[in-house]
């Protein structure tokens, strides 16, 4: 209870022989109703200290009968005074309290009201259309007030209820009443009804007042105390309930308070709506009500009205939270500050509250971390933006991540008293690892819209805090796209803890030079040094990806420089390679040579340090790599088959080292199997795939090195081959058909081998027919073979060349389908010949024409024409030199006419039709 909400001030008093009955007041207007139906109006003026002085200025009398003023409300949009006094709901202008005169039919419809409200939802200053409720009788009828006429709301029901309403409350379709013991809410457009808890009016007369706009409380009793239940509109509690321990009289409304009268101990008892706990306790003897009139709650007596003023807002808020009430303090800063009317306000006054708000959350945030709310005091630190530089200032582990001075702490949180960490852990038995997790959570989820010094920050603390508390998160840090972790500050943390692969990662990602060698330093350390010990460390295929992703990188961004120096230089990054290569290349030889090979991280294509103009030969990678033969067949593949390489050395060196790789292989699983019984000779397929790969694909091997290495071996299939390539057909036939006892693969391998030679095709056939039908000694011949290869599709034998090998056993019918085939196939080629020698011919008629055309084209320049694109000079001492002129007229000079397909000029392109005519200048292809 060590904040004041509220300070009371007298604000009038009335004549002796008069009792007030009812007030309403606005901004500059206070009105009061008597028991005797007096109604009397003042004028409201600015006194000291936010107080008000009051001034009497007119009063007229309501009530013929001397009848008690029941209920005003005051509509100020209209300037009109709604008035309920015997019964009648009347009209009165404000400041004169005139009677408004109405229709007859109309001031007679609203008689005989027991009690009324205006909907909430309504600015009764400002609107100049009012919703109004009455209850008459046992019925809820709506009205509208326009220009001071009430009128029926024929859009909302008329509503029957059990007995006389004692309280009634509206916002928009929904009404809230008492009557007859029990609360109750009504949907005024569907008349739709809900039961809430009874009431008993003998003890405790019925409270009901809205604390929100879709949300009420009501007071019911329940021996020995008060308790003042929040709804919702849907009938749903929606918070804990207040708790009166003596019985309230009345109550008001000021968010975020509720003011209870309790003239049993003659107090006004402040309690807070957000958390319910008691705020403050005023004198008030012989009080008869409280009234909450929309600007101010009004405590009443019987002669005197007093108003309770709020407490300076910044007071409030500060001692709230300085009290850890920090729900009742957002909510009175949300009040205050959140629920304004922009639109009456300018830019400035707009900003000027936002701030004021994002300053409360900010200190409320702080508050949070104050009382050990840690998740919820980041999440109210997200929401006033605060820089990450502050908060990190509370926690004893990351503060020097911040460059904010320490002293500054109270200022920043605004609260004048801050409690350690430590006590904060220790007073609500907190687990610090759990806390300093929740600060990283929060740090990396503001991250995003943080500035650089902010980044920074961050990632140095997050770094610092799962180095502590979860090394596993470590990466999530240190893969952020962009990294600004502050290496002075987290590598002594780093190493007292034994995060050296973290710390090698961080020292790399600053891709610089001097940072890129310490870091392949403690990399190597953990590789090699038994006494360094890292659990986190990925083993050097990390180490591998890394140093190839960062080559492709480098050249990527020295092949788009724009001028300005780089940190880091595809040479930098190739001489830390040399350095390293030996420990990595022990480490993991296959994936090794991927250091050799690059690919461009923006083009993708794929280049090696040892093609031209790069810093290593492609001999000095072979040197280097050739203690790792596995590595070293792998960069052969690479520059065979990746960098279509036409060296002949490089082609050799690949076939021969996988046959060595294989011969050892084979004789490790020879021997295994004579003294084991095991067979795995499978181990050796995957190699015998790629070494008949580069026997089929590659153009440049010297057979004649590849072909004795090859005799003897149980290789057959790679032997065959060898023999092809060095045009031995027979022999590699043989050994398909015979020694691999595989026809199929004997067919296909002429077909590979002749593509589209029709000529080379039919001679292999032939040769495989021979093999058929004559095989080596000790072999017999394969008559029905080859009797399906002649009839099959595949083959395109010469019938003649057939005819005369077959054997005379065999009859005509035999090969029937052949000799139709055959025939039917050197015919059709005969055709097709005769015709591409026909298109050939036109072709070089028309070809000659056009040339005899362009050659007879005269194009004049000056003597001191020069070349469109640089200016250069064409004929220099009267001899002219070559030129380009393209279809679209521009002449350019051969330095400058790059590409004859494209104007480097205008840059249109041009197709062509040959290799040698340009297309007509209607054909180009902008």
């Keep these: 209870m060590a904040v004041d909400a509220f300070v009371l001030q007298r604000l009038v008093a009335i004549e002796p022989h008069e009792t ?134 024929h859009q909302l029901r008329e509503q029957p209820v059990a007995g006389q309403v004692q309280r009634l409350i509206r916002s928009e379709n929904i009404a809230v009443y008492a009557a007859a013991g029990r609360y109750n809410i009504v949907n005024l457009r569907t008349g739709g009804t809900m039961d809430l808890p009874d009431y008993d009016s003998k003890v405790l007369p019925p409270l009901l007042h809205w604390v929100g706009p879709s949300e009420f409380v009501l007071g019911i009793y329940c021996d020995p105390q008060t308790l003042g239940m929040c709804f919702n509109t849907n009938g749903e509690p929606v918070r804990a309930p207040l708790q009166w321990a003596q019985i309230p009289e009345a109550a008001a409304v000021s968010q975020p308070y509720i003011v209870a009268l309790c003239p049993s101990i003659d107090t006004l008892v402040v309690h807070s709506i957000a958390d319910q706990q008691l705020v403050q306790l005023l004198e008030f003897r012989n009080g008869l009500l409280v009234a909450d009139t929309g600007h101010r709650i009004l405590a009443i007596k019987s002669r005197e009205v007093f108003v309770l003023h709020p407490v300076p807002i910044e007071m409030q808020l500060q001692s709230l939270l300085e009290a850890g009430r920090i729900d009742e303090a957002l909510s009175l800063a949300d009040t205050t500050y959140g629920r304004i009317d922009y639109d009456a306000m300018d830019q400035g006054e707009i900003e000027e509250n936002q701030q004021l708000l994002r300053r409360t959350r900010q200190s409320a945030g702080f508050a949070a971390l104050q009382s050990g709310q ?40 605004g609260l004048e008293t801050l409690q350690p960490f430590a006590y904060v852990i220790a007073e609500h038995n907190l687990k610090e690892a759990d806390v300093y997790l929740d600060l990283a ?71 610089d030079h001097e940072h890129l060698v310490r870091a392949l330093h403690i990399w190597k350390r953990i590789q090699t040094d038994a006494a360094c010990v890292d659990s986190t460390y990925p083993g050097a295929r990390f180490v591998i990806n890394f140093l190839q992703s960062l080559l492709g990188e480098t050249l990527a961004s020295t092949s788009s420089s724009n001028g300005a120096p780089p940190s880091l230089t595809p040479g930098n990054v190739c001489s830390v390679i040399e350095m390293h290569a030996q420990w990595l290349l022990d480490a993991e030889p296959e994936a090794g040579v991927r250091l050799f090979i690059v690919r461009n991280s923006r083009s993708g294509t794929v280049a090696s340090l040892g093609q031209s103009g790069a810093l290593f030969s492609h001999d000095t990678v072979l040197d280097t790599l050739d203690s790792y033969p596995l590595a070293r067949i792998a960069y052969l593949e690479h520059l065979v088959f990746d960098r279509k390489t036409h060296v002949e050395t490089f082609h050799t060196k ?57 005799e003897g071996t149980p290789f057959h299939t790679a032997r065959a081959y060898a023999y092809g390539r060095a045009e031995r057909y027979e022999d590699a036939l043989q050994i398909f058909v015979h020694e691999l006892a595989n026809t199929e693969l004997a067919e296909q391998y002429c077909d590979d081998v002749a593509g589209e030679d029709r ?97 007879k084209q005269t194009i004049e320049m000056e003597e001191n024409a020069g070349c469109m694109v640089c200016g250069s000079l064409l004929a220099l001492e009267g001899t002219v030199s070559a030129f380009y002129r393209y279809p679209n007229g521009v002449i350019a000079c051969k330095n400058c006419a790059k590409d004859p397909t494209t104007c480097p000029l205008t840059s249109v392109r041009f197709k062509l039709r040959n290799p040698f005519l340009p297309q007509d200048a209607d054909d180009v292809d902008a």
Aim: charged content about 20%.
């Design 20 to 153: 007030i009955s009812a007030v309403e007041m606005s901004d500059t207007s206070f009105w009061i109703g008597t028991t005797s139906g007096v109604l009397k109006y003042y004028l409201l003026g600015s006194g000291r200290s936010s107080s008000f002085a009051c001034n009497f200025s007119v009063e007229g009398n309501v009530s013929e009968k001397n009848q008690p003023i029941v209920a005003i409300k005051g509509v100020s949009g209209q300037g009109k005074l709604l008035v309920l006094c015997e019964g009648r709901l009347s009209v009165f202008f404000q400041s004169t309290l005139t009677r408004h005169t109405t229709k007859e039919s109309s001031s007679k419809r609203f008689t005989k009201v027991d009690m009324f409200c205006l909907d909430c939802n309504c600015n009764p200053a400002e609107d100049a259309e009012v919703g109004v409720t009455i209850a008459q009788g046992k019925k809820l009828v709506s009205l509208d007030m326009v220009n001071g006429q009430l009128t029926t709301n």
């Design 374 to 413: 840690f998740p919820r005091g980041f999440t109210l630190l997200a929401q006033s933006e605060t820089p990450p530089e502050h908060i990190v200032l509370l926690f004893p582990l990351v503060a020097n991540t911040s460059k904010t001075p320490q002293s500054t702490l109270a200022a920043l949180t």
């Design 441 to 511: 959570k929060h740090l990396l989820n503001i991250r995003p819209s943080a500035p650089v010094s902010g980044k920074r920050t961050i990632d140095t603390a997050c770094t610092i805090i799962f180095a502590q508390y979860d090394q596993s998160q470590l990466v999530s840090v240190l893969q952020l796209p962009d990294p600004h972790c502050d290496i002075s500050i987290c590598e002594p943390k780093l190493e007292e803890l034994k995060c050296f692969h973290m710390l090698a990662w961080l020292l790399a990602q600053r891709r």
């Design 654 to 710: 690949l076939a021969t080292s996988l046959l060595d790789l294989i011969k050892r292989k084979n004789f490790e699983i020879e021997n295994r199997r004579a003294t084991t019984q095991v067979d795995d000779s499978d181990l050796l397929a995957p190699l015998l795939e790629r070494l008949i790969r580069v026997l089929k694909e590659s153009p440049h091997y010297n057979v004649h090195v590849l072909i004795p290495l090859l």
């Design 759 to 855: 000529e080379l095709k039919q001679t292999l056939f032939y040769r495989l027919l021979k093999v058929y039908l004559d095989p080596m000694p000790g072999k017999l011949p394969l008559t029905r073979e080859a009797i399906e290869m002649l009839n099959s599709e595949v083959s395109d034998l010469d019938v003649s060349a057939v005819i005369s090998i077959l054997p005379d056993s065999w009859t005509v019918q035999r090969i029937a389908k052949f000799l139709r085939q055959g025939l039917q196939r050197d015919l059709h080629h005969k055709h097709s010949t005769m015709m591409r020698r026909a298109l050939l011919k036109s072709k070089a008629i028309q070809l000659g024409d056009e040339k005899v055309a362009l050659e």
